[in-house]
């Protein structure tokens, strides 16, 4: 099975613009997971969508939105960008269909770079 | 919420020694706890993992522990090599019944430098 891809892998914006980053999972996983990975503070948790619903939101603020389609690709935008935001932008699926499927798998990231 | 504490920051070690990290967690319904392992502009990849109904699980030179009652779990790397060297992550899970709750917390990482 191919792995979890996301594209752009590196973004450069400046400040005020706004940013979609794109994730495709696994074939037949539900459930995609999005994390901002910065030096400083680690993996953080965004959100996670499964069968096109946000199930769960970390604390990040409303300019960090997303979505999931039907096929289960998942979407997230940045709005209003900020120095900030520059991280590693990492998703990550998982079948979501039980305690023995809940692996979560890590796409390559977007690196995303606001000046 | 979930808190996951890892131990330590940096670890240095000699090509055949063992390195041991160490994370504590919060949240008793915390119930599944993976390790992944991120190398220098990669992507963290899953090392191996363990259930709350296990205490240890072995996979060739890594092994992972885990004490439900004091809410600890551990990576234990035997024999270690040069390409050992990376960033390890621990994190913790919640009962896989998804809903509201269905996310990993993760611990900030160990730098973990293998000296040949």
């Known amino acids: 099975k191919a792995g979890v891809t996301q594209t752009p892998r590196y973004l450069i914006k400046t400040r005020g613009q706004q940013v979609t980053l794109s994730c495709s999972p696994i074939?037949?996983?539900?459930?995609v997971s999005w994390y901002q990975q910065t030096p400083g503070q680690g993996l953080q948790f965004l959100f996670e969508?499964?069968?096109?619903?946000?199930?769960n939101k970390g604390n990040f603020p409303g300019r960090f939105s997303g979505r999931q389609f039907s096929n289960s690709r998942s979407e997230m935008n940045v709005s209003t960008l900020e120095l900030g935001d520059s991280a590693l932008y990492l998703c990550?699926?998982?079948?979501?269909?039980?305690?023995?499927?809940?692996?979560?798998?890590f796409g390559p990231g977007t690196r995303l770079t606001v000046l | 919420g979930e808190n996951v504490e890892q131990h330590p920051s940096t670890l240095s070690v000699q090509e055949g020694d063992s390195a041991v990290i160490k994370c504590t967690y919060s949240?008793?319904?915390?119930?599944?706890f993976p390790w992944y392992k991120q190398e220098l502009g990669k992507r963290p990849q899953l090392i191996i993992d363990?259930?709350?109904?296990?205490g240890e699980k072995k996979d060739q030179r890594i092994a992972v522990t885990l004490n439900k009652t004091a809410k600890h779990f551990s990576l234990h790397i035997t024999e270690t090599q040069p390409e050992d060297s990376a960033v390890y992550f621990c994190?913790?899970?919640?009962?896989?019944?998804?809903?509201?709750?269905?996310?990993?917390?993760f611990g900030k990482g160990t730098l973990l430098t293998v000296n040949p």
């Open positions: 074939s037949g996983h539900r459930s």
């Open positions: 969508y499964f069968s096109e619903t946000q199930r």
């Open positions: 363990i259930r709350s109904n296990v």
């Open positions: 994190a913790a899970f919640p009962r896989g019944s998804g809903g509201s709750n269905y996310k990993l917390t």
């Open positions: 949240d008793s319904a915390s119930n599944y």
């Open positions: 990550a699926s998982s079948f979501a269909g039980g305690a023995s499927t809940d692996t979560q798998y």
